[in-house]
């Protein structure tokens, strides 16, 4: 079938959800396709002990703050919960089980098609956001390997790895997080670490760190990045000494130019400190019993998780002109795809405002 109406979003994730209640209130008819069975798939699917590192009042999509009962750093349950209340509080139409295979742009309209119909619209939402699509790096000898090798995607707690070594490369805030996990869960974890990476504290001096980040938005890019510094250092200390390297570029440069979060610590450090969690470098290749690193040293375990991050995987289905979030295309318009330093969901509320605005003031008639 084919149907007309004014606007499609793609992805009922939160950028997908707060757009819809936003249009809702501007009265812009739209339809929100979804190729999982329901809302916040990716939530619904992360791993148990995954909580927000931003904090609460910062973090609630538009017109419906999280609770006051709720817990600073909201965990993942309550999480998928508020979304599916946010979704039932604004009545947003979304079509489960929709899975969008091609968009195209036919004169001043978008054609979507999906599994199941066949979309036009004037206007066309991209809010399926950067983790749509697992990144997963190969290694020589890998298909040797005896153990177990798991995207962080798939992974869901420690108790599956209790008494078992288990290297989990990359040491971002999954990475940093599922180190954490396994530790509680009494497994052995190391953590293989490529790249140098910036550690920046959850909360700073009893208040979470993103307060301060936007109270001192407004300040010169490189005031910023000296701030960070300090405080990275005085939490912290000298890294090195843990076997990680420091970024050439300041901590907020890397969010502003490269997209690139730090690794916000929640509890990661304390653990290498103590010997608990083990750095290793990068690795050269897989053997049978485990890996051998870039220093040549060979160690055994007995899993590997690929804490190796997502890709947006918009071309799969966006043609090509189109894919460029930072580019001006006529009635096209992308929600969740900026990383910023003062947390992703409050640019969510800020972008869905912004661009529910945008479609709503070009169903009006230009005066004269």
């Known amino acids: 079938m084919k149907m007309e109406i004014d606007t499609v979003i793609v992805g009922a994730g939160p950028a997908g959800l707060a757009t819809g209640a936003c249009l809702r209130r501007a009265g812009v008819p739209f339809v929100i396709l979804e190729r999982a069975d329901n809302v916040a798939s990716s939530w619904r699917n992360h791993y148990a002990r995954l909580h927000l590192h931003t904090a609460k009042g910062h973090s609630g999509l538009p017109y419906v703050p999280f609770s006051k009962e709720t817990a600073q750093y909201v965990p993942r349950e309550q999480v998928v919960e508020y979304l599916e209340a946010y979704r039932k509080a604004f009545d947003l139409p979304i079509h489960s089980g929709e899975d969008v295979t091609a968009v195209r742009r036919?004169?001043?309209?978008?054609?979507?098609?999906?599994?199941?119909?066949?979309?036009?619209?004037?206007?066309?939402?991209?809010?399926?956001?950067?983790?749509?699509?697992?990144?997963?790096?190969?290694?020589?000898?890998?298909?040797?390997?005896?153990?177990?090798?798991?995207?962080?995607?798939?992974?869901?707690?420690?108790?599956?790895?209790?008494?078992?070594?288990?290297?989990?490369?990359?040491?971002?805030?999954?990475?940093?997080?599922?180190?954490?996990?396994?530790?509680?869960?009494?497994?052995?974890?190391?953590?293989?670490?490529?790249?140098?990476?910036?550690?920046?504290?959850?909360?700073?001096?009893?208040?979470?760190?993103?307060?301060?980040?936007?109270?001192?938005?407004?300040?010169?890019?490189?005031?910023?990045?000296?701030?960070?510094?300090?405080?990275?250092?005085?939490?912290?200390?000298?890294?090195?000494?843990?076997?990680?390297?420091?970024?050439?570029?300041?901590?907020?440069?890397?969010?502003?130019?490269?997209?690139?979060?730090?690794?916000?610590?929640?509890?990661?450090?304390?653990?290498?400190?103590?010997?608990?969690?083990?750095?290793?470098?990068?690795?050269?290749?897989?053997?049978?019993?485990?890996?051998?690193?870039?220093?040549?040293?060979?160690?055994?375990?007995?899993?590997?998780?690929?804490?190796?991050?997502?890709?947006?995987?918009l071309e799969d289905f966006l043609e090509e002109g189109a894919r460029d979030s930072s580019k001006l295309v006529p009635g096209l318009y992308f929600v969740g795809f900026r990383n910023v330093p003062t947390g992703l969901l409050r640019e969510i509320g800020t972008e869905a405002r912004v661009v529910a605005a945008a479609i709503a003031a070009a169903r009006q008639p230009i005066p004269g």
């Not at 610590?265 to 870039?294: C, H, M, S, W, Y």
């Open 106 to 313: 036919d004169a001043d309209m978008w054609t979507t098609r999906s599994t199941t119909d066949t979309w036009r619209s004037r206007h066309l939402v991209v809010a399926t956001g950067y983790n749509r699509v697992p990144v997963r790096p190969t290694w020589p000898g890998e298909s040797e390997f005896r153990g177990r090798v798991l995207h962080s995607s798939s992974y869901r707690d420690g108790e599956a790895f209790r008494g078992h070594s288990v290297l989990v490369v990359g040491l971002g805030n999954t990475g940093g997080e599922i180190a954490v996990d396994l530790t509680e869960h009494g497994a052995r974890a190391s953590l293989s670490v490529r790249s140098p990476v910036w550690i920046v504290p959850r909360d700073l001096m009893g208040r979470p760190v993103q307060e301060s980040t936007i109270a001192l938005s407004f300040l010169p890019l490189a005031v910023r990045d000296a701030v960070g510094r300090i405080a990275s250092r005085v939490v912290f200390g000298d890294v090195s000494r843990l076997g990680l390297r420091t970024p050439a570029e300041g901590p907020m440069t890397q969010i502003v130019k490269r997209g690139r979060i730090p690794m916000i610590d929640i509890g990661t450090i304390a653990l290498i400190r103590a010997g608990k969690v083990l750095v290793e470098p990068d690795i050269e290749r897989f053997t049978v019993d485990g890996v051998q690193f870039k220093n040549r040293v060979e160690k055994a375990y007995d899993a590997i998780v690929l804490a190796t991050g997502f890709r947006s995987g």
